[in-house]
Structures are given as structure tokens and as C-alpha cells.
């Protein structure tokens, strides 16, 4: 294992979708910066456009969506948003490995585990097959599952969890460095998402990864993630530090993500719902900033101008009432 | 009031044609929720919670056992003398998109159950529309704008608001939510919630939460009871807030301890409890339930434990070796 | 959100029937193709309804114009008896229409009652309607037919096309059956019936709309079917040869005029095949539409 975890560096990136009402965009502007060996989760709701800038990531937003204008730096590969045929091919899997959003679903039911292993690495020419599968029954094994047994399964005798843990598996078992997460405990009970993401915290520690996850849960960002960015409308608009993002939240937005979370303990009342709903790709306001419909904070300005991402130390915040009060 | 006790299901699987395997669904549950009261059922996805929250709405059938809605047991009664009893109990599904027919608009899908209300009544036409509007306003939702549109044209949350204007439609005792809100945009969750909660208060309504989401179903009603369910037995019962800070019983400590925490505002528990292995490695099926996995088992345990209150706990509970362990995580802010 | 006009008030039938059909009108409009499916669909309903009645009983054959080939006056040519073939098609097009449509209606009707029945009783019922199903399904329909034919005339399409669609349903009963067990699983079903509303509306109201763009769709196909299956039988010549019909067309136009070796009479064999094949075409353009007719959220969209 000589390679070391790659850092990922999102600049200005912009993916936009063909629409009957013209190329509206899913993501805009987003820049974003993944330390090498950090975990870094992206929080949104449906629509924030957090999968597509995921996809992006591989270079694989498929029509009618396509990266309109910005980069995506990861090292030793290049700008991956350049890449084209065969060479993004390779990319995948053996640089970037993907877990699939319901990776419980995301396999062959036709097939074992292992035949699909087994296609993985020919499709990426790899010479020593027997080589794979003893890493793939390795890394089975570490996250406590019989590794020669799930090999040998369909999909439909293997449970949810252990559904998760074969797609973690195949995103890994190419060496690759760079990991990308989606949605990876939705539909999981409490009990087994802990489980997955303790391995995924363990795995990445141990194989020295990047790893980057995607979800609309910030408690599971919370018990993964070093740093925590949150996306609304297809605009990045916080990201700073896990505990820091948490404890003191700045854009309105986050405030009221975590706000609007039920406690086990403390007076039940302090949650808050957040009022109106998150935009859709053909509600998203074309100028201005996204969030205002719904802002506490919203003011003149917030209609016409779409607010900058500022940073404040470790922190970066893209709205206007924040910029004014940090320079008041 | 709606009351069950032992009730039984055992599902006959037909994966193989010559021998067809049972799974225990419920084994012998008891349940109470008085009138305008809350009780969550949480636990595993197939820890019987959805099977026994489907038979309390006479959706399911049920092997043995009785289930009394107000003072009028089921089991003697005809299918369709049981109906307009069951109809007081309405099921809230998880899925608002396929709880709603997409061929019919908002007004076509509460017109239906209002106008057999409006017959059985002997109610006006008139009547009806009154109290479509009614109901969609109850839920928060603007007739004028919601009534004329088809499911596709509203947001999930929206859509789970219609689900439950519909349910209101019969004036049921009480509403079954079945993962309720986990299928809606998590900053609209608590909005579905407070509404839930909001109906307990104005109506009377009582709330039935299904979930393995313990905050949401302690937002519903903290006054209300949590049942903890595993493997289709009751392993845990008491007041919600007496459950989530106190649990005694192993299981219930490790669905707690999973709980994700959220660094930053919190601090995790002093004593997590993590299971010695996963669900799916537990078939098991004599003596406690939950043995094979749990880090604290005894010499007793080769016996199956029934629920029941010993002595220094408030809450029932189903283990031979209870115990308080510190297994939540608290707010920074409490320290 | 698509912007679609809400009305502010609430909308009766009358007006959600009305918007339906604008809604069918604008899928219609989306495509060119679907447009004239429906102008050839339309096209022949009115040749079969009011074609025959601009000609005689019995066409008048013209002896100096045997099995003349293509020309102005008679665009396909004339038959063996000296008669216009494109008056023959037309005449012939009532019998073949008729039993076309009997067919239609009978396979689909049986078809939707035995299928929604048995998916939704579930059970015993389900089991025997399905062994009855599975029965039919194994009877060769073309054998039978033929020995059908031995001792029936099927000198009415009435009485052709119940025998075809009596034939036919088993197919458009199993799928239905299919259908009707997936969807009654679904959580609106199951609200319905928690909400104590009548069998007869969740059949009527909540499954059946569910289910009518693939109902439709196999009302259409089921006339492309009964189609060809009554041109075939009457092409291989074992029904007489009495009524006016494309079948038997074909037949006297291969076995009499000789088109395979006589050039003559290609006409006569090409008119009918066109015919069948133009109306093909129609019903497979006009099917193509049925989706997003019947799906509330394609037809508005």
C-alpha cells in the first residue's frame, strides 16, 4: 500500500441538468476541499444537489446532466472533470471507489458476490485474480463478516447491513484511495448503522484513506465526519469543522437543520421545525441567495445578490447576514 | 382505549414448497393506549413492530390472543362487524407516495370516505366539502391551493399531510404512524411530528408510533409509553422518558447506545452497550431472546424471561440481570 | 413543481372530465406520429361504419375487366368476377371491424373481471379462476378454431368475434391478476379498505384507473390479434366463402387469380394487406400515447 490518501480540490464547480425549461443548475459554484486522509460528509436535503456533486466527483453525471463550467483536482489523477472515455474508466474503481446510495439494492441478484468480484477485476485488468479475492475475504473478514460465505451468496441472502459492507468492500478491494459514500445507512437500523459507520471510521484510519460521505443525516456525519459541509438549493452554503459546524452553527440554514433534530433528553419543545420546503431543480430562485424564502435573517440584499462564500477561520459561510455581523 | 394481550403471529414462509418455514412474528404481546394517549413501539427492522402496529388497525390477522377496542373484543366478531371499529383506528403509512392513489386528485381521494360518512350521517353534499377543507386545513394545508392537484404536484411532506387529513376524514380514535416521517426531507420531519403532536392536543387523537428512531417517537409524547420490542416479544415497558434514561435492559441499552451523538453539542454515554453480534446471527429460539448477543449474560438465561416490575425499577422489563447503565449521550450544555 | 392552472375553487366532475380530455388532446398533440395513428384509426371506424353503404349488396363485376391491374378507374384493379378491389376492401372492411372490435371487448372485459376478481379475493377463487386460466391457455386456439369451423359458419362477425375473444382472454386475465396483487399491496389500497369504503370503489375507483393504460393498450393489440386471426382462417379457406371479407380476398386473390404468377392480380393481393397493414400501424402509433393518457402526471406535464 505505497499510495498515500489523495486530496480532493473542488473549485467553482457548476453541473447543470436539461430541463424543458432550459439547463438549470444542480449544483453552482461549488467549491470545496478534501484534506487528504480526512473524512469529510456532505449534509443536504433532496434536491441540494449533494449526490450530483458526488457523481461529480468520478466525472460520472450522466445526461441530461453534464459539468458545466469548474474543476475537479485530485492528486495523481488530474483534473478529473477533463477525463473522457477510458480513462475516466479507470479512474473509477481504481482510484475512486464508490459505495452507491442503497448499495443494499445496488447488486446483481443474479449473481454471487464473488462472480461480481470476479467481473470488478478483469473489467479493470487485474492479472492476479485469486490476489483479489483473498484481499476481498480480507477485507471482509475485518468487518466481521465470513468472508468465503458472502463470496459465495446471492444478494438476496445477505441482510441489509451485510449488503453495505460488500459495497464498502468493492469500492475498496481495487486499492483504491480515494472512497466515496452515499447515503451509506439509509434504510439501516440504529443498531447496524453504528456498526457501519464505526467500520467505515476504522477502514479509513487503517488503509489511510480520503473519504468523503454523502447523507441527509447529520447525526451520521456527526459520529464520522472531521469536517462537515452542508449544501441547500446546489450551493455549498457552511462548512468548517465537524464540532465546531455543530456547536456553533452560523448559516440559518444549519441552525435550523439542527434544531429541527428531536432530543432523547431536555425539554422536547426546543426543537423547531424549519418553515417552507427545500427547493426542487425548477425552484431554485435564479438570483439571489437560495435560502431565503425560508430565513429568519433574510434581508434587501438576499433577493438580488447571491451571498459569497467567506471564510472565518476554519469556517466558510456563504450568507449575507453572517458576512455583515463577522465585519460589524 | 385499545388494549391487546398475548397476542401471537407466526408467519408460514413459502421459500420452500415441501417444508415451509415459521417466523415468529409476535410472541404474545400486551399493549394498552388509553384515549388521547401516545405509546411508541421501537426496535430492529423485523422485530414484529410493523406486523403488531398493522393488526392493532385491523390491517393483519392475528393467531391468538385478544385485541378490545372500547370495551369490544375482535376476536368474536365477523369481518364486518369488526370494521367500523377498526375504522377508528387509522394507519399513517411511511411511504407517502404510494399511500395515495396517483390517479386521483386531493378532492377525488377525501370526497370518498367523506361521503360514505356523509351517508351514514345523513349529511348534506354540501357537508362533504365543508369538511374536506376542514380536514386539509387541520393538517396545515391550504384547501383552495391543494384540493384540484394530483399527489405528483405535492412535496412528500406535503403528500404525508394529505395521508393524514385523510385519516381524519373517519374522526378515528387514533392514528397509527408507521415510520411516518422517514421518508420525508429531514428539515420537514419535525413539521409532520408537531403536527402529530398537535392533533393529540387538539383532538384527543392518540398516537401510535412505530419507529427505531427513539427522539422522534419521545417528540410525539413524553407522557406516553415506550414499548421496546425484540424478536417479537416486549423485552421493555415503561414511561418514555423513565426507558430512555434509565434502561435496564441490555438491549434496549445497546438500541440506545447506537444512537448516533452529535459531536459538538454532546458527549456519548459513559457505558455504551454494543451487541456481541449482528441480528441476522441470532435464531436462537429458546430461553432469552436476546442472549446470544448480549455482553452480560448469565447463568439464568437458558430461560425465557417474562416482562414484569422488580423490585428498584419503575419500568417492566424482560431480563433475569437488570441493570441502569449510562448509555445516552447528554447535551454539553447539562455538564 | 409544474406549474399547471390550479382553479380556486373546487372542481366538480364535469370540469375534471373536461380537463381530462384537454389532457388527452395535449398528449395527442406532443407527437405527429400519435396524430395520424388516430386519423388512420378514425379513418377506418368510418370506412367500417359507413363504407359499405355507398355500394350495392352485390357489387356489379364487370366482364371485360377481369383481373385488371392497378389502373384510374379502379385504383387496385378488379377480381376474377370483373369487381372494383378497392370497393371490395371497403365492404369487406364491416366484417372484419365488427368481429375486430367484439374481440376486443370480450378479451379484455373477461379478461379485466376474471384477473381483478381473482388478484383481489385472493384464496380459493384465485385458484380456481387461475387452473381455468392456465386450462384455456393450453388449448391450441388455430385447431380448435379449424374444427370450429366444421360445424359453425361464422357467417356473422358477432358470432366470429365471440368465439376469438373467448379464445383470447386467458393472456389479459393472468396479467391483470398480476397487477392486481402488486397494487393492492399498495398503502392506498390499503387505506381504502381502512377506511371502510366499498369493494366496488376500490375495484372501480382505485384499481381499475390504475390499470387502464395497460387495459387500453390491450384492447388495441387484441384488435390487431382478432385481425389476423379471422384474415387467416379465412385465407386458409376453411370458413365459405359467402361473407364480403379480406381473408377471403387473400384466398381467392392467391388460390384463383393466381397473384403469386400473374402480375394482373398483385393488386388484389396487396389492397387487403395494405388495409391490415395501415390499420396496424394506426393502433401501434395510437398505443404509444396510452401511458401518458391515463398517468395524471405525464398527461399534465
Known sequence: MAEQAPGVRIGGLTVVYKTPAGELPAVRDVSLTLEPGSITGIVGESGSGKSTLALSLLNAVQPPGRIAAGTVEIDGLGDVATFTGEELRKARGKHIGYVFQAAQNSLNPLKTVGKQLLDLGRSHGVEDLHGLVREAKELLGRMGLDGARVLDSHQHELSGGMRQRVGIMLALVLNAHLVVLDEPTTALDMITQANILKIVREVHAERGLTTLVITHDIGVVAEVADRLAVMYGGRLVEQGPTREVLGRPRHPYTKGLISAIPRLVGDIDEARALPGRPPTLATVPKEGCVFRERCALRMDVCDTVDPEAVAHGPRIVACHAVTVKEHA | MITGTGIVKTFKQRGNVLAGREVRALRGVDFAIPKGGAASFIGESGCGKTTLGRIIAGLESYDEGEVVIDGTAMSGLKPKQRQPHFRKIQMIHQDPYSALNPTRTIHQTLFAPLSLRAKQTGRSKSWIEERAAEVLALVGLDPGSVLARYPHQLSGGMRQRVVIARALTVDPEMLVADEAVSMIDVSLRLGILALLKDLRERLGVSVLFITHDVATARYIGDDGELYVIYRGQVIERGAVDTVIADPVHPYTQSLLSAIPVLHGLERPGEEPVVPLSSLDAADDDTGCLFASRCPFRGDRCGERPLLQVTEGFPQEHACFYPERRSVIARPLSEV | ?301
Open chain 3, 1 to 301: 413543481m409544474s406549474a399547471t392552472l390550479i382553479p380556486e375553487s373546487v372542481s366538480a366532475a364535469g370540469t375534471m372530465r373536461r380537463n381530462f380530455w384537454r389532457g388527452v388532446w395535449r398528449v395527442m398533440k406532443r407527437k405527429p406520429s400519435r396524430m395520424a395513428g388516430v386519423v388512420i384509426v378514425l379513418g377506418f371506424v368510418f370506412m367500417g361504419v359507413f363504407g359499405p353503404m355507398f355500394f350495392p349488396d352485390h357489387l356489379p363485376g364487370d366482364v371485360n375487366q377481369i383481373t385488371d391491374p392497378p389502373s384510374w378507374e379502379h385504383w387496385f384493379g378488379t377480381d376474377p368476377q370483373g369487381r372494383d378491389v378497392l370497393a371490395l376492401v371497403i365492404t369487406g372492411s364491416r366484417y372484419v371491424l365488427l368481429c375486430a372490435a367484439v374481440t376486443a371487448v370480450i378479451t379484455v372485459v373477461a379478461g379485466t373481471a376474471i384477473g381483478l376478481f381473482s388478484g383481489f379475493k385472493r384464496g380459493r377463487w384465485d385458484t380456481v379462476l387461475m387452473r381455468i386460466t392456465d386450462m384455456k391457455l393450453t388449448i391450441p386456439g388455430l385447431p380448435l378454431l379449424l374444427v370450429l369451423a366444421t360445424v359453425w359458419k361464422f357467417g356473422s362477425p358477432m358470432q366470429m368475434g365471440l368465439v376469438l375473444g373467448l379464445l383470447g382472454w386467458g393472456g389479459v386475465a393472468r396479467a391483470v391478476r398480476a397487477q392486481t396483487l402488486s397494487l393492492r399491496e399498495r398503502g392506498f389500497i390499503e387505506a381504502a379498505r381502512g377506511l371502510g369504503l366499498s369493494t366496488t370503489h376500490i375495484v372501480g375507483k382505485e384499481l381499475l384507473p390504475s390499470m387502464a393504460p395497460y387495459i387500453a393498450m390491450n384492447m388495441l393489440i387484441s384488435v390487431t390479434g382478432a385481425v389476423y386471426a379471422q384474415v387467416g382462417l379465412f385465407f386458409l379457406g376453411v370458413l365459405p366463402y359467402e361473407s364480403d371479407n379480406w381473408g377471403v380476398m387473400l384466398n381467392l386473390a392467391v388460390f384463383q387469380a393466381g397473384a403469386m404468377i400473374q402480375p394482373n392480380a398483385l393488386g388484389y393481393l396487396l389492397a387487403p394487406l395494405l388495409a391490415i397493414l395501415l390499420l396496424t400501424l394506426g393502433i401501434v402509433l395510437v398505443v404509444d400515447a396510452m401511458d401518458e393518457i391515463f398517468n395524471p402526471r405525464l398527461r399534465e406535464e
